[in-house]
């Protein structure tokens, strides 16, 4: 199970190592009896203590009835594996069946926490949108616009690789409001019921919908946007441009969804004490088909003057210049970040639209809070997990989008940092150039011309370059360059990233 609860099987070894260890000296120092009962006592703390850093991220406190059932239900497992007294085949098939019952109970009552937490927070953005309404000025805040569509359907996790994994779902909306909550709230307009924790939300009336998104964009420490296409986003972003406000806004890129390939580290952002009763992910429910929304959003855009990225499976985060161009862009990436409120801080204070803050506590308080980074590939390496292939599969995914967006000198830079750190072999930078063919063609499949420049441009970098080179399949490459069909045809183009197949 190590692989599944940590992630790597390298991982897993190393904590049940230290956790022998510990218990030997335990024994050692206080005796067999004594040292069952303080590893009760530390699990007991350890368990209050994750259930106070959930409750701190998630901006609810926990209530009385919330941390006796986790206090109980940690102590029924622990007494139950630990000190109780039977033959230990009895103790590993009941402590389970005592303690799921009272985790469930536990985790039905913290999230009724975070729903309470989630109505005082809605309440307070319709008091403030009701001041900006009337014309006063009101504490900083930032406003958050998007399709309504995409409520609940932006996932900030890769589904697990083993199908005996339960897949959980959380939402991109749910983590940026979790990073900037402590800072000012992060006001939305739409309804109330679609999301347990998100955005704090403003209900207005059909009729004045408008009105409280202009008067909102003005006062706004800044606009999150994401501008996928509907009749209402589109005149959000269609008003901003008139305004000359798109300088404060911050576009984002959603994460296409994936598969966790084998051997990287999944990250698992908690959203319940206990791992006992799920919130499950369905596809039919929490994935939108992000190509076509994509290229329409580009099309519809460019008629406003603006010229957006193409997308990439990475995501983006990035902002327009005056002139319609972008100006500034970094990679998404939350599915591989250990820190992501940590990085999306970080993130929008290198795009200029806040200065840098302090960022949110460390989980469980143990780790001192990061320094800001001094480069981009400092920052995608700092919030990315400390095993070497998921920081090689998560540079690679940044080196697929910075090709992607035309800048193909910090994407060689990420591909020679990425096969440096998978050595030998560089496993998922290799399976990219590989790929890059079936990239291309997959590109102009769906007709994604400037994506498939892009490609081709860093494709003539790789071939010119003697490391690289050995990787790629240099007739299908020269092929593609060329301007002719890749020999193996085209790849599916929802799977064929190879973030989803490596």
Same mark, same amino acid.
């Given at each position: 199970?190590?692989?599944?609860?940590?992630?790597?099987?390298?991982?897993?070894?190393?904590?049940?190592?230290?956790?022998?260890?510990?218990?030997?000296?335990?024994?050692?120092?206080?005796?067999?009896?004594?040292?069952?009962?303080?590893?009760?006592?530390?699990?007991?703390?350890?368990? *209050?203590?994750?259930?106070?850093?959930?409750?701190?991220?998630?901006?609810?406190?926990?209530?009385?009835?919330?941390?006796?059932?986790?206090?109980?239900?940690?102590?029924?497992?622990?007494?139950?594996?630990?000190?109780?007294?039977? !033959?230990?085949?009895?103790?590993?098939? *009941?402590?389970?069946? *005592?303690?799921?019952?009272?985790?469930?109970?536990?985790?039905? %009552?913290? !999230?009724?926490?975070?729903?309470?937490?989630?109505?005082?927070?809605?309440?307070?953005?319709?008091?403030?949108?009701?001041?900006?309404?009337?014309?006063?000025?009101?504490?900083?805040?930032?406003?958050?616009?998007?399709?309504?569509?995409?409520?609940?359907?932006?996932?900030?996790?890769? =589904?697990?690789?083993?199908?005996?994994?339960?897949?959980?779902?959380?939402?991109?909306?749910?983590?940026?409001?979790?990073?900037?909550?402590?800072?000012?709230?992060?006001?939305?307009?739409?309804?109330?019921?679609?999301?347990?924790?998100?955005?704090?939300?403003?209900?207005?009336?059909?009729?004045?919908?408008?009105?409280?998104?202009?008067?909102?964009?003005?006062?706004?420490?800044?606009?999150?946007?994401?501008?996928?296409?509907? =009749?209402?986003?589109?005149?959000?972003?269609?008003?901003?441009?008139?305004?000359?406000?798109?300088?404060?806004?911050?576009?984002?890129?959603?994460?296409?969804?994936?598969?966790?390939?084998?051997?990287?580290?999944?990250?698992?952002?908690?959203?319940?004490?206990?791992?006992?009763?799920?919130?499950?992910?369905?596809?039919?429910?929490?994935?939108?088909?992000?190509?076509?929304?994509?290229?329409?959003?580009?099309?519809?855009?460019?008629?406003?003057?603006?010229?957006?990225?193409?997308?990439?499976?990475?995501?983006?985060?990035?902002?327009?210049?005056?002139?319609?161009?972008?100006?500034?862009?970094?990679?998404?990436?939350?599915?591989?970040?250990? *820190?992501?409120?940590?990085?999306?801080?970080?993130?929008?204070?290198?795009?200029?639209?806040?200065?840098?803050?302090?960022?949110?506590?460390?989980?469980?308080?143990?780790?001192?809070?990061?320094?800001?980074?001094?480069?981009?590939?400092?920052?995608?390496?700092?919030?990315?997990?400390?095993?070497?292939?998921? !920081?090689?599969?998560?540079?690679?995914?940044?080196?697929?989008?910075?090709?992607?967006?035309?800048?193909?000198?910090?994407?060689?830079?990420?591909?020679?940092?990425?096969?440096?750190?998978?050595?030998?072999?560089?496993?998922?930078?290799?399976?990219?150039?590989?790929?890059?063919?079936?990239?291309?063609? =997959?590109?102009?499949?769906?007709?994604?011309?400037?994506?498939?420049?892009?490609?081709?441009?860093?494709?003539?970098?790789?071939?010119?370059?003697?490391?690289?080179?050995?990787?790629? %399949?240099?007739?299908?490459?020269?092929?593609?360059?060329?301007?002719?069909?890749? %020999?193996?045809?085209?790849?599916?183009?929802?799977?064929? %990233?190879?973030?989803?197949?490596?």
């Amino acid at each position: 199970m190590a692989s599944n609860v940590y992630g790597n099987w390298r991982v897993g070894c190393l904590f049940a190592t230290g956790a022998v260890v510990w218990f030997l000296l335990l024994v050692r120092t206080f005796g067999w009896d004594l040292a069952f009962r303080v590893n009760v006592v530390l699990y007991i703390l350890l368990e *209050l203590r994750k259930l106070r850093w959930m409750a701190h991220q998630s901006g609810t406190r926990a209530g009385a009835f919330t941390i006796v059932t986790a206090l109980v239900a940690a102590l029924v497992f622990a007494w139950s594996m630990l000190v109780w007294d039977v !033959r230990w085949w009895i103790r590993w098939l *009941l402590a389970p069946c *005592l303690a799921a019952p009272l985790y469930s109970m536990a985790n039905a %009552s913290y !999230r009724a926490d975070v729903r309470r937490a989630q109505q005082l927070r809605d309440a307070h953005a319709a008091r403030l949108t009701e001041r900006v309404l009337a014309g006063e000025r009101v504490e900083p805040f930032i406003l958050y616009l998007r399709p309504f569509v995409t409520a609940n359907r932006l996932p900030a996790v890769a =589904q697990p690789q083993d199908h005996t994994e339960v897949q959980v779902h959380l939402d991109l909306e749910t983590l940026f409001a979790r990073a900037f909550r402590a800072t000012m709230p992060v006001i939305a307009l739409g309804p109330v019921g679609d999301m347990m924790e998100r955005t704090a939300r403003s209900v207005v009336s059909d009729d004045k919908w408008r009105e409280a998104v202009q008067a909102l964009s003005r006062q706004a420490e800044f606009i999150t946007m994401v501008p996928l296409p509907s =009749q209402g986003t589109m005149w959000e972003l269609e008003w901003v441009k008139q305004q000359d406000l798109v300088g404060k806004v911050l576009f984002v890129m959603p994460e296409t969804p994936y598969q966790t390939p084998r051997g990287v580290v999944p990250v698992r952002h908690a959203d319940r004490p206990f791992d006992s009763g799920v919130w499950l992910s369905n596809a039919a429910l929490h994935e939108i088909d992000l190509t076509t929304a994509w290229l329409e959003a580009e099309r519809a855009t460019r008629g406003l003057g603006l010229e957006f990225p193409p997308l990439a499976s990475v995501g983006a985060l990035y902002t327009i210049a005056p002139t319609g161009t972008v100006k500034g862009i970094i990679p998404l990436g939350l599915t591989t970040s250990r *820190l992501p409120l940590h990085y999306l801080h970080a993130s929008v204070a290198r795009l200029g639209l806040l200065p840098a803050p302090a960022a949110p506590t460390s989980p469980l308080g143990l780790l001192p809070t990061p320094a800001a980074p001094t480069s981009l590939i400092e920052a995608l390496e700092k919030f990315t997990t400390y095993d070497a292939r998921t !920081r090689d599969f998560a540079l690679t995914r940044a080196a697929d989008g910075f090709a992607a967006w035309g800048d193909v000198t910090v994407a060689m830079t990420l591909i020679h940092r990425a096969l440096e750190i998978g050595r030998p072999g560089g496993r998922f930078v290799t399976y990219f150039i590989e790929q890059l063919p079936h990239l291309i063609d =997959q590109r102009v499949a769906t007709g994604d011309a400037r994506a498939a420049s892009n490609y081709r441009v860093l494709a003539r970098l790789v071939l010119a370059d003697s490391e690289l080179a050995k990787w790629a %399949s240099i007739g299908e490459l020269s092929r593609r360059l060329a301007g002719g069909p890749s %020999s193996t045809g085209l790849t599916n183009t929802r799977n064929s %990233s190879f973030t989803a197949t490596a």
